[in-house]
């Protein structure tokens, strides 16, 4: 029996998405990136909108995004993801145009990007990796850092203040709760990656923010992904995705937040 | 012959970019340059031509919007005065590594930092030296009329197609709001999505299936590419210096002193010069119209015919008398005068320095 013998069209339960290109992922082994590639790749082929599909890398570890997804891509500056999607999205209102950002990006330099974009209700998909710690440039303090987290700026844990009452790093930024609450965006959704019931939720929910955006002129569609770093928080990749459980969504709850520009009451 | 009106330098350049097909534009108000997008705004061109007119958050996200709708392929521009145009360096600097074509309108106003409001041209360095990281150049436009305003847009545009690069229309505070007649161009129709497409295969549009995608970026990881890049940059910088330098000379014939002045400058050294040629003096005028690529060529053939010495004059502390003396190269002499702070100098006292600077009593 050789390979030509098992791999048939009526065995095959699984493949690459034809919109992932061959190129190999730089992501480390373990991390959650790939897999949100995966999916975002699957839910472009499933819906059939890679024709018309133009999407927007950030600075951090995705920025090579493009490399790796069969789809037009514009690498943007730091932070700056959201005004070049709007950019895009103005000047072909019929194309389907997302943003991949990571947790310094989105929150942090590109805050004020993020949020006036939610805020004038542009017809988008906005992917948000959120792994609590700068990853491409080796391990830094990031707005979604938690408190006490050990990271390379905040090597004895991050400490939003001194014992005596004086601020020092600030405290774990929610920035998918403030732009939910923001009138111009339609859905808004915490999901994770780090096992294959929360992967095929993701997976819902990024499919829901690309139909959300076929089908309507606006309306920001937002999903955050509580993501690992297991290289920069120094652990195995299974202990990472405990580590996630266990300390990053107790502060970043997963579910829907916001549907249909209505907040969801819990 | 187009249509004939009374316009500030700031309408006009709005009002220019509309006939000319423009897809977008995106801005942040800043004085001395606000005209523009209120301007838009009242024109309502999105039911005129469709053109797309949106007030960023910041002049940063709207360089941002340029860089990504210029790289869809789309006719898109933005303006701003001096502090913006800081702001927008960081887009610039992508602009020019990605070869994104895109307009802007620099309406210098005086610095550093907040400066002043009033007129200034002390930001020649910035548009034409940098100003963002990087090896590269914008083309920079320098108008001296409301007329210019208008007709520089669609010249940009040109030019920032041709060579996928962003042009500058360097103007000031005072061309930006002075009244002047202008004659304004016939309405175009704006692109339509299968003639971008087939004229700019580059642009992102949607990669056809079984096509390559396109990716426009400045990075490159790979050393050796990035060097080729940079050099394919400065091969296209050479190529436009080659084609794209433009002046104008105004009684350099016999001149033997020469006023060099761009945009308010050169209209205030042109009435300079008539008040010398009533003394007797032989002067002129060499007025850089393009100031990156610079008219070296043309400050080197004056020499040739026989002009002793220079006075650039600019609204700054000394910018552009750096390229007129590369220019010289020691051939002839060169000096500076300008008022700066918002002060913009009389052609009595342009005359009287080209006089004790240059001529010698």
């Known amino acids: 029996m050789n390979i030509n013998d098992i791999v048939k069209p009526e065995n095959l339960v699984y493949q690459k998405s034809k919109l992932l290109t061959s190129k190999p992922f730089h992501y480390c082994p373990g991390c959650g990136h790939g897999t949100v590639h995966r999916i975002i790749a699957e839910v472009l082929e499933e819906l059939g909108i890679d024709e018309r599909t133009i999407g927007v890398s950030p600075v951090g570890c995705a920025v090579m995004a493009y490399d790796y997804f069969d789809v037009d891509f514009a690498e943007a500056a730091h932070g700056r993801a959201p005004a070049c999607a709007t950019g895009i999205k103005r000047v072909w209102p019929d194309k389907i145009v997302f943003t991949y950002q990571g947790d310094g990006d989105l929150a942090a330099i590109g805050t004020c990007e993020t949020i006036h974009t939610c805020n004038r209700g542009e017809n988008l998909t906005m992917i948000f990796v959120n792994n609590g710690i700068y990853g491409m440039t080796g391990g830094q303090m990031a707005p979604t850092t938690l408190i006490g987290m050990k990271t390379a700026t905040t090597p004895y844990g991050r400490k939003p203040q001194w014992e005596d009452g004086t601020p020092n790093n600030g405290f774990p930024l929610q920035i998918t709760n403030i732009i939910s609450t923001l009138p111009g965006t339609r859905y808004v959704t915490r999901q994770a990656v780090n096992t294959p019931a929360r992967v095929r939720n993701a997976k819902k929910a990024i499919k829901k923010a690309f139909e959300n955006q076929m089908n309507n002129k606006n309306g920001v569609n937002f999903v955050e992904i509580v993501s690992n770093c297991n290289s920069n928080w120094k652990m195995s990749a299974v202990d990472a995705n405990k580590w996630l459980d266990e300390n990053m969504l107790p502060v970043y709850p997963l579910g829907d937040i916001k549907d249909n520009f209505e907040l969801i009451k819990k | 012959m187009g249509e004939l009106k009374l316009m500030k330098g700031n309408e006009a350049l709005a009002e220019a970019a509309i006939r000319y097909g423009c897809d977008a534009y995106f801005g942040y108000p800043i004085t001395p340059q606000s005209e523009v997008i209120e301007y838009l705004s009242e024109q309502n061109p999105y039911e005129r031509t469709g053109m797309v007119v949106l007030q960023a958050e910041s002049e940063l996200a709207a360089i941002n919007m340029v860089y990504a709708a210029g790289a869809s392929g789309k006719r898109v521009m933005t303006s701003s005065s001096s502090p913006g145009i800081c702001l927008k360096q960081e887009g610039l600097a ?146 436009i210096t080659k084609n794209e330098i433009r002046w104008e000379e105004i009684e350099t014939k016999d001149a033997e002193y020469v006023f060099v002045a761009y945009g308010s400058s050169a209209r205030i050294a042109q009435k300079a010069v008539q008040l010398g040629r009533a003394e007797g003096l032989k002067v002129g005028l060499l007025r850089p119209i393009t100031l990156w690529p610079y008219p070296t060529k043309a400050i080197d053939a004056l020499i040739d015919k026989g002009v002793k010495g220079f006075l650039s004059v600019e609204l700054s502390c000394g910018q552009m008398i750096e390229d007129v003396r590369l220019a010289c190269n020691g051939r002839a002499k060169a000096e500076h005068f300008g008022r700066v702070g918002g002060i913009i100098h009389t052609p009595e006292e342009v005359l009287a320095a080209m006089k004790k600077q240059i001529i010698g009593e």
Not at chain 2, 204 to 225: C, E, F, M, N, Y
Request: charged share 25%.
């Open chain 2, 94 to 239: 992508y602009i020019a590594g990605a070869e994104v074509p895109c307009v802007y309108a620099d309406v210098v106003r005086g610095g550093p930092g907040l400066g002043t409001i009033q007129p200034s041209q002390a930001d020649y360095f910035q548009a034409c030296k940098g100003g963002g990281n990087g090896d590269y150049h914008n083309i920079v436009l320098a108008p001296a009329s409301v007329q210019e305003m208008a007709d520089f847009v669609a010249l940009g545009f040109d030019m920032a197609f041709k060579y996928r690069i962003a042009v500058c229309i360097l103007s000031d505070g005072a061309i930006g709001q002075m009244m002047e007649k202008v004659v304004l161009p016939e309405q175009k129709a704006r692109m339509t999505e299968e003639e971008i497409k087939a004229k700019y295969p580059w642009a992102l549009s949607g990669r056809k299936r079984g096509t390559q995608h396109r990716v426009i970026t400045s990075l490159d990881l790979d050393s050796a590419k990035m060097e080729e890049h940079n050099r394919h940059l400065q091969r296209k910088y050479d190529e």
